[in-house]
C-alpha cells in the first residue's frame, strides 16, 4: 500500500515538473521574443539650415523616408506630332517620352507632372514616384510642357508654354493618349485616377482637374498641389534675379569661379573618388556657401532650364528670336551661338517679349497685368476653395513665393492646406514628415 501511494506521490512529482519545465520553457521563448527592437539612425546632414540650402541640397537635416531602393520603370514613347513636322535639330526627340510604373493587379493610377524644365525622370519625379508605388499606384510620369521634348512633340504651336490653362489642354490630350496606350500594351487596369505636380506641375494640375470637371475623361479621386506658384510670373522674377548676367556678369561669373575652385579644392582631398549624396553633402559642408552664392546656383540651374526651354519653342514655333526665321537646321549644324543668346534671356524677357506679344495677337484688349492674372492660381480661385477634392502641400519658407503667398494658400485651401515650416523649394519631397503625410492624404486619413 505504501508503496501505492509512494507511486502515485511520484507520478504527481514527475507531472509536476513536466508542467514547470514545459510553463519554463514557454517562458524564455517568451522572454526570447521580446528582444528590444534595434533602432537604426537615419543618418542626417550637419551642416547649418537656410531655405536656399534645402532648395539645393535638400532638407537633409530631416531623416529621409524609407523608400523603396529602386522601381521597374517602363520607359515609353508615343508619337503624337507627325515625324516630319519635328526639326532635324531634334532628331533624338522625336517622339514624346514618359515612364509608366505598374503594379501587378488592378490599382488606382496616378499622374505626376514634372516642374518647370524638367524631365518625367528627374529626381523630384523619381522620389515621388516611388512613394506612390509603395502606396500601391500604378505611376505614369509626364515631362513639363516647358521641357524641350514635350515643346518639340506638342502638336501647339498656338499658345506658349507657361501658358497654363492652355498648357493643362496639352497635358490632358497627353493622358488620354498616354493612357489608351499603358491599357493596350501594357495591360495596365486602374479602379481610379488621382493627379499631382510639383511646382510649376502643381499649377498645371490645378488647371487639368478644373478642364477634367467639364470633359471627365479621368473624374480624378484626389489632386495634390505640391509646391505650387501662386503666380507664375511672380515667382520666375524671383529667380531671374538670383541669377543676373545683364547686369552683373562679371561679378557672377567671378562667383561661380570661386565656388567651383572650393568644390574642387575639397573633392580633391577627399579619400575616395566615390561622387554619392554623402560626398556631395561634404562639398557642401565645407564650401561653407553663402546666401548669395546658392542663391546663384539656384537662378543659374533655372536659367539653364529655361534656355532648353525658350531654344525647342524659337525653333518648333519659329519665331526667329534665338536662330534664323524660316532658317532649316541641320542636325550637324553648331548651337553653340544660339545657347549663348538663349543663356542671356530672363523667363522675363520671354513673357515681355513672347508670351505677351502672341497674346495679345489673340485679343488685342488683353494687359500685361490681365496676362499675369491668367497665369496663377487667382484666374482659378473659386473652385481651389470649392473643390473638396483638391489638396496643398508646401513650405512656409518656399523661395518661389513673395511675400503673402503662403497666408493666399492658407486662406484658399483651409484644412486641405498642409504647410510645412522648412524645405525650402521642393526640397523635402523625400523626407520622412513629407512621405508620412502624402501618404495620410491618399489613404484616407486627412491631413
Known amino acids: 500500500m505504501r508503496k501505492i501511494i509512494f507511486f502515485k506521490l511520484t507520478q504527481q512529482k514527475q507531472k509536476l515538473v513536466r508542467i514547470l519545465s514545459v510553463l519554463l520553457v514557454m517562458l524564455l521563448a517568451a522572454c526570447s521574443s521580446k528582444e528590444e527592437?534595434?533602432?537604426v539612425a537615419i543618418p542626417v546632414c550637419d551642416f547649418e539650415y537656410s531655405r536656399y540650402q534645402a532648395t539645393v541640397t535638400g532638407y537633409c537635416q530631416e531623416p529621409v523616408a524609407d523608400l523603396p531602393k529602386s522601381l521597374n520603370v517602363i520607359n515609353k514613347s508615343i508619337t503624337i506630332k507627325p515625324l516630319n513636322e519635328i526639326s532635324e535639330i531634334f532628331w533624338f526627340n522625336k517622339k514624346m517620352k514618359y515612364s509608366l510604373i505598374k503594379q501587378e493587379a488592378i490599382a488606382p493610377l496616378i499622374f505626376i507632372i514634372a516642374g518647370t524644365g524638367a524631365s518625367f525622370e528627374s529626381a523630384k519625379m523619381v522620389s515621388l514616384q516611388k512613394s506612390f508605388f509603395q502606396q500601391g499606384y500604378h505611376v505614369i510620369s509626364l515631362s513639363s510642357p516647358?521641357?524641350?521634348?514635350?515643346?518639340?512633340?506638342?502638336?501647339?504651336?498656338?499658345?506658349?508654354p507657361g501658358d497654363l490653362a492652355h498648357d493643362a489642354e496639352d497635358l490632358y490630350k497627353v493622358m488620354n493618349l498616354v493612357w489608351a496606350q499603358v491599357q493596350t500594351q501594357d495591360d495596365v487596369k486602374a479602379s481610379s485616377f488621382s493627379l499631382t505636380g510639383y511646382s510649376l506641375g502643381g499649377a498645371h494640375s490645378a488647371f487639368i482637374a478644373?478642364?477634367?470637371?467639364?470633359?471627365?475623361?479621368?473624374?480624378?479621386?484626389?489632386?495634390?498641389l505640391i509646391n505650387p506658384p501662386v503666380s507664375l510670373y511672380n515667382s520666375v522674377s524671383i529667380l531671374d534675379e538670383y541669377f543676373d548676367l545683364r547686369n552683373n556678369r562679371q561679378a557672377a561669373v567671378a562667383m561661380f569661379d570661386?565656388?567651383?575652385?572650393?568644390?574642387?579644392?575639397?573633392?580633391?582631398?577627399?579619400?575616395?573618388?566615390?561622387?554619392?549624396?554623402?560626398?556631395?553633402?561634404?562639398?557642401?559642408?565645407?564650401?561653407?556657401l553663402t546666401e548669395a552664392e546658392f542663391k546663384l546656383l539656384i537662378g543659374a540651374s533655372f536659367r539653364m532650364s529655361s534656355s532648353d526651354m525658350i531654344y525647342a519653342i524659337d525653333v518648333s514655333f519659329n519665331t526667329g528670336a534665338i536662330s534664323y526665321k524660316d532658317h532649316t537646321i541641320d542636325k550637324f549644324e553648331s548651337?553653340?551661338?544660339?545657347?549663348?543668346?538663349?543663356?542671356?534671356?530672363?523667363?522675363?524677357?520671354?513673357f515681355d517679349r513672347a508670351m505677351l506679344p502672341r497674346a495679345q495677337r489673340e485679343d488685342a484688349n488683353i494687359t500685361k497685368a490681365d496676362l499675369i492674372q491668367r497665369y496663377?492660381?487667382?484666374?482659378?480661385?473659386?473652385?481651389?476653395?470649392?473643390s473638396e477634392k483638391i489638396y496643398l502641400v508646401t513650405n512656409q519658407d518656399d523661395i518661389i513665393l513673395q511675400a503673402g503667398e503662403v497666408e493666399y494658400l492658407q486662406e484658399i485651401f483651409a484644412e486641405r492646406a498642409k504647410i510645412f515650416p522648412r524645405g525650402g523649394h521642393c526640397g523635402n519631397l523625400d523626407r520622412l514628415s513629407f512621405v508620412e503625410h502624402l501618404h495620410a492624404t491618399f489613404q484616407g486619413r486627412g491631413i
Not at 210 to 224: G, I, R, T
Not at 260 to 282: A, M, W
Not at 376 to 386: C, Q, R, T, V
Request: net charge negative; proline share 2%; charged share 20%.
Open 37 to 39: 527592437p534595434v533602432v
Open 376 to 386: 496663377s492660381l487667382h484666374a482659378i480661385e473659386d473652385y481651389l476653395k470649392n
Open 258 to 288: 570661386e565656388i567651383f575652385l572650393r568644390f574642387s579644392n575639397i573633392y580633391s582631398e577627399q579619400r575616395s573618388s566615390k561622387f554619392d549624396q554623402g560626398s556631395i553633402y561634404n562639398l557642401f559642408k565645407n564650401a561653407e
Open 210 to 224: 478644373l478642364l477634367d470637371e467639364e470633359k471627365q475623361a479621368f473624374n480624378f479621386e484626389k489632386v495634390l
Open 335 to 350: 548651337l553653340t551661338h544660339s545657347m549663348q543668346r538663349a543663356s542671356d534671356i530672363t523667363f522675363g524677357d520671354y
Open 146 to 160: 516647358t521641357f524641350a521634348n514635350f515643346i518639340v512633340n506638342s502638336p501647339n504651336t498656338q499658345f506658349m
